[in-house]
């Protein structure tokens, strides 16, 4: 029945273009919605994208490159296996959307009547979650070198909450792109011995975590806040729904630097928006990680798996599988306290250059007791252009030649609910 669908949808779209008196399709009438839909996010001044998609002019150099990119699928970046899960956020063309756009840039992408464009998207530029109520930058700017490694850098930088703050929106920006390959801005709370000493608005490297003990990375000391890679969007989250970030909180800047042959200088910044009312229920970003595999030498199939367990009845919003050049695949599989079994997420072709969330497009009930199942395979071997070292066994660790296994997830819960509750028990690690 899918197949029929598709074809019919196909045999349609053949049938709009030759009952247009056989005319191709154009940039005005046919290709800018579908950019303004799947691509603009991305493709605009001051984000990810390498060039803007705003325009006929910005787009015209592109139209062979674009079809390309979209027969073989490369873009829209999306690597969700289409078999498990529906997601609010999937950026995938139709296959008549494939076709229009294969058959602009074939006819040498005509621009069209402009009179037929669709109204421009209102973006706010150098944000993707509107005008911020509230910005923090970096206390002081950090100077990249052209060359060498950069330990992670830390910077703790005081909210000046006198009173509990709901967070509906959140995204953190670098302003050099070119040079990072990470943040995270985390809430550390008042009482929180965590970096305790460090004086705020200075960087600082924090030891690297090696051991054989779980990395932590519950809500203690420290709650995940937002996060910025290539491919991760603003936290966004619905209407009566928020993050919390109490009275005299900091948040605590983690920034990977990767030089890039040139000297720069960045001065991250962090943008907020506040919860109109008072929410109804809070969301929290947590994770189930694995942090004690070592993986064999030119070993093209190492799996490591890891669960979490939530400690009462929460909703699951959304998934954001973690790895570095040698991830090959990540699972995300639910075990109800039944025994019953789900599988939500499989990215059978992990990228690490493009890091997605994944939003369902409806949370999922998990009663109290359910775990959270991760299941990932790295490939060591030779053949992984991506692969720093065949011969390494590698091991947990920060820098990209290192590797991470981590299950991030979104849990909803009622905003009254102490975290105490959902997390009664540590993300279990296994081999």
Known sequence: MKFASCFLCLALAAVVRVSEAGQPPTFAKDVAPILQRECQTCHRPGEAGPFSMLTYQAVRPWAMAMKEAVKTRKMPPWFADPRYGKFRNGHLL????????????????????????????????????????????????????????????????????????????????????????????????PKSSWFRGQAPGQFFIAPQVKTKEQPDTSPLPSDFLVGYAPGQPAEILEPGQAKLIKAGSDIVFQVHYTPNGHATRDQTQLGVIFAKNQPKERVLTL??????????????????????EVGA?????????????RGKDFLY????????????LSVPHYNWHWQNWYTFDQPIFLPKGTRIEC?????NSANNPDNADPAKTVTWGEQSWDEMMVGFFNLVFPADVPVQDIVVKKSAARR
């Not at 694995?290 to 490591?304: A, E, H, K, L, S």
Request: proline share 10%.
């Open 375 to 379: 299941t990932a395979h790295f490939d």
């Open 287 to 308: 994770s189930a990680t694995n942090g004690t595999f070592q993986i064999p030498p030119g070993d093209p199939d190492y799996r490591v798996d890891a669960s979490f």
């Open 94 to 189: 139709s296959d008549a959307e494939i076709q229009t756009i294969s058959d602009w840039a074939d006819a040498k992408a005509p621009e069209g009547n402009p009179n037929d464009l669709p109204p421009p998207v209102d973006w706010v530029e150098g944000w993707q979650i509107g005008v911020p109520d509230k910005i923090y930058r970096l206390s002081i700017p950090f100077d990249v070198p052209a060359s060498g490694v950069v330990d992670y850098q830390h910077i703790i930088v005081p909210t000046g909450f006198r009173e509990d703050t709901w967070i509906q929106a959140a995204e953190v920006r670098p302003t050099d792109r070119a040079v990072v390959h990470h943040i995270i801005a985390f809430i550390r709370e």
């Open 333 to 344: 599989k639910l075990v109800f306290p039944t025994n019953e079994t789900q599988t939500i």
């Open 313 to 325: 009845n929460v909703r699951l919003s959304g998934v954001h599988p973690h790895m570095h050049g």
